[in-house]
């Protein structure tokens, strides 16, 4: 069945450090890659997504490639901030209409001033 | 604007209740989905529903019940049965056909037992 792997957390960065988070999964065809964050009590939110492969996600300086050779979409972003420090999930959603979405088990960031 | 809204925020289960917790969105989405988030496990799927009277289990539906009477609502009961109820609790949406499309959440209801 499908799966995604997280890297372990937490990760603990100074601020405007960079970040990555690793993320490989396993899925047959084409899925879909999304990257969500959750802040302290709250729900899960969309930070970016990419349907096909070599395609780029972005937003908020956060960026991810979805590359289908090394079945991976490496979160990054080039200088954290504090108000970065969240749960990141890396998540999945197979090819070819409703079915299961798969998350990761998260990793937690703290960024220190 | 719209989204998903989960009521209550915080709940508290005396042993052999039932609990109700409520998911409500105005997205005009197909699909919605329950998930249960326990530290350091991530998300695990309850239930998920694809259209209006109909619904199917998740990975780990034993103890729970959900009914979807209304497109905008997918009440998630919580019963005795769950004999290990304490986490937090998460409603998603997303349109029904389209795998490209992400899911929208909720704030979540966190439940205790009393």
């Not at chain 1, 289908?68 to 972003?77: Q, V, Y």
């Not at chain 2, 009477?69 to 009440?75: A, D, L, R, T």
């Amino acid at each position: 069945g499908d799966s995604v792997t997280q890297m372990e957390g937490p990760v603990t960065l100074s601020e405007e450090a960079f970040l990555t988070i690793n993320c490989t999964y396993t899925a047959t065809g084409y899925p879909s890659l999304f990257w969500y964050v959750q802040y302290p009590g709250e729900g899960l939110q969309l930070l970016l997504k990419a349907t096909k492969a070599d395609d780029k996600g972005s937003n908020k300086g956060f960026e991810a490639t979805y590359r289908k050779e090394t079945t991976s979409f490496h979160l990054e972003k080039g200088s954290v901030q504090v108000s970065d420090s969240a749960v990141y999930f890396c998540a999945l959603s197979p090819e070819g209409g409703y079915q299961k979405v798969t998350f990761g088990t998260g990793t937690k960031l703290q960024v220190i001033p | 604007d719209g989204g998903i809204t989960q009521s209550p925020k915080y709940l508290f289960r005396k042993e052999g209740q039932n609990v109700t917790l409520s998911c409500e969105q105005n997205l005009n989405h197909d699909a919605m989905y329950w998930y249960r988030q326990d530290p350091g496990q991530g998300l695990r799927l309850i239930y998920y529903s694809q259209i209006v009277n109909d619904f199917q289990k998740g990975d780990i539906a034993e103890g729970y019940s959900v009914s979807r009477e209304k497109k905008e609502s997918f009440p998630l009961t919580v019963t005795s049965a769950q004999k290990n109820p304490t986490a937090f609790y998460l409603c998603a949406s997303s349109a029904r056909q389209y795998s490209n499309q992400p899911q929208h959440f909720g704030d979540g209801t966190r439940l205790s037992i009393l």
